[in-house]
């Protein structure tokens, strides 16, 4: 079956290469490592593989902080081995979607070290340079995504630089057509090693408001609204597009937070030519607290359906979505939105049943298709990511916020909950390495791991391999129009999908009770007859198809007759 772009009917799959596989006992995942699973990947199902970044970097944000977009990171492999790994992929009929990390770069970037130098560096535009405010303070108020004011002060010049992120990632200057320039190359560098598109990195960030307005009156502040969805963003993705992706056969997906349904569905029109997907947060914030994700909340069904509604009615017919759970910056999906203990298999297959039955793309992060879940180090010194350190910082060391309340936050919402190394088998360190590894395996390894999940018939993992092969056979899992039903009920997200003469129903009971679902009305004509595609538990007894009890975290899906 092919009917669209190769982009809406495959599934993706994201590698974090640090945590995937180690193959020369240094404790950090490398390109080796995944040329060692390619057949995995194959076996799943997958069609295109998103790989988080493998360029140069001092790693103060693993990776996010690129020091040069040409080249390798030494602990990954050489230019040799990446070459060797898109070869493999592809001749598996796998496609690779590289990371683009262009809002900033590292200041250890040769850009930087030039731009830093003085005013009148050629090098200079090519970061946001201001002088700070006449009371020796930063040049606005804006704080930083990962917590403290976005401006870091530099002596050389006597000027502060903005950063978005860690003031080891100095944003870069979109407005200067030089590096625009620049960074069109650099994409077309890998385009040419015919990579098949990129997922761009928080790319709503690129158009800042002019002259760089405060928020409010407040000391610090979150500037977001004048940084996101900016003014030129459009202006800027439809240049690269013409400059760039155009000439190409490939794909985008753009991660932007705080956009709306609304704006995706222009970014995504294929008649703007401007990307493909993007990467929404709505569904990641159903459980954050008025303080934000660490002040988190517990999410509920209904949040969850209203987002899910908004995206599903909102691009159908003119944009696409892509969808996901979890990724490297969330935690684990079966701990968040199921239940990793008692009905952790079951919950994942429905969390995977949802995730595959709505119109889009979906993306699944390693160790998801075999259940991976949230861990629980017992001390903050066993955590790495710079988020997650500062966070504790600020909350404890400076806020006085009780150590057990900020690791019960760390729990739940930490981005190392996602990085944890990969699972193979349950040797010393899962399998991931021979050495000691960068962040501690989660515990768990003996019990969830590759090795269990492809000798179980009935594991998560071959239930994946099921949604992945029924949506190749299944026009209606990609472009089927969604229509909620049910909408009020309390356990049970239940929806339809509707193309051309078909009709289908998914009924997910998201409790750990037993549920009863009624068909409604609206769908009365199909009351005498209902075929099965795929559930989660065995022995599904055929009932009346307008009486449906279902048990804890139980997921079906039916054609409707
Ligand atoms: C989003 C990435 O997914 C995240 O891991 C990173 O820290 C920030 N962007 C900054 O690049």
Not at 308 to 317: A, E, I, S, V
Not at 420 to 432: C, D, I, L, V, Y
Request: glycine share 8%; with cysteine.
């Amino acid at each position: 079956m092919k009917m669209g772009a190769f982009w809406q009917e495959e599934v993706v799959y994201q590698i974090y290469p640090r945590s995937f596989m180690d193959s020369n006992g240094d404790g950090i995942g490398d390109l080796r490592g995944i040329i060692s699973k390619l057949d995995y990947l194959k076996e799943l199902g997958v069609g295109i593989v998103w790989l988080s970044p493998v360029y140069k970097s001092p790693n103060d944000d693993n990776g996010y902080d690129i020091s040069d977009y040409q080249d390798i990171m030494d602990e990954f492999g050489t230019m040799d081995d990446w070459e060797e790994l898109l070869h493999g992929l592809h001749e598996r009929g796998i496609r690779l979607i590289m990371d683009l990390v262009v809002n900033h770069s590292s200041d250890e970037h040769s850009w930087f070290q030039e731009s830093k130098k003085s005013k009148d560096n050629p090098y200079r535009d090519f970061y946001i340079w201001k002088p700070g405010k006449g009371d020796g303070s930063e040049p606005n108020n804006w704080v930083s995504f990962f917590g403290g004011s976005a401006w870091q002060y530099d002596e050389v010049t006597d000027e502060y630089y903005l950063h978005l992120f860690s003031k080891k990632q100095p944003d870069l200057n979109w407005e200067n057509p030089r590096l625009r320039r620049a960074v069109y190359d650099m994409m077309t560098f890998w385009l040419e090693k015919g990579i098949d598109g990129f997922r761009m990195d928080v790319i709503n960030c690129i158009s800042k408001a002019e002259g760089l307005p405060s928020a409010g009156d407040d000391k610090y502040a979150w500037g977001g609204e004048f940084f996101l969805c900016g003014p030129r963003l459009e202006q800027y993705l439809k240049e690269m597009n013409e400059e760039v992706l155009s000439k190409y056969d490939v794909m985008t997906v753009g991660e932007m937070p705080g956009v709306t349904p609304e704006l995706a569905a222009r970014y995504t029109d294929p008649a703007n030519k401007e990307l493909n997907m993007v990467f929404h947060f709505e569904t990641m914030d159903i459980d954050a607290g008025e303080g934000g994700k660490w002040n988190f909340t517990k999410w509920k069904l209904a949040d969850l359906k209203a987002v899910t509604n908004k995206w599903q009615y909102g691009l159908n017919g003119r944009g696409w979505n892509s969808l996901y759970l979890n990724n490297h910056d969330q935690p684990r999906m079966v701990s968040r939105f199921g239940d990793d203990t008692v009905y952790r298999k079951e919950s994942a297959k429905l969390l995977a049943t949802f995730l595959h039955t709505l119109q889009g793309t979906p993306y699944i992060f390693q160790g998801e298709e075999i259940g991976m879940t949230n861990v629980k180090f017992d001390n903050i010194d066993q955590y790495r990511d710079i988020e997650t350190l500062n966070f504790f910082k600020e909350a404890v060391h400076d806020g006085g916020m009780p150590v057990e309340q900020a690791m019960a936050a760390i729990y739940a919402k930490s981005r190392d909950n996602a990085r944890t190394p990969m699972q193979w088998n349950e040797s010393k360190h899962a399998g991931f390495t021979t050495g000691e590894p960068w962040i501690g395996v989660n515990p768990n390894f003996k019990e969830i791991n590759v090795e269990d999940a492809l000798r179980d018939k009935d594991s998560i993992f071959h239930y994946y391999k099921k949604l992945i092969q029924l949506r190749k056979q299944h026009p209606i899992m990609i472009y089927g129009d969604y229509d909620i039903v049910a909408e009020e009920h309390e356990q049970i997200y239940a929806y339809t999908r509707t193309w051309r003469n078909e009709k289908w129903i998914v009924i997910l009971n998201f409790s750990d009770r037993e549920a009863e679902f009624t068909l409604p009305e609206k769908l009365e004509e199909y009351r005498s007859g209902s075929q099965l595609i795929i559930s989660n538990y065995e022995n599904v007894t055929e009932r009346p198809i307008s009486e449906w009890n279902l048990r804890p975290y139980e997921a079906r899906v039916y054609r409707l007759v």
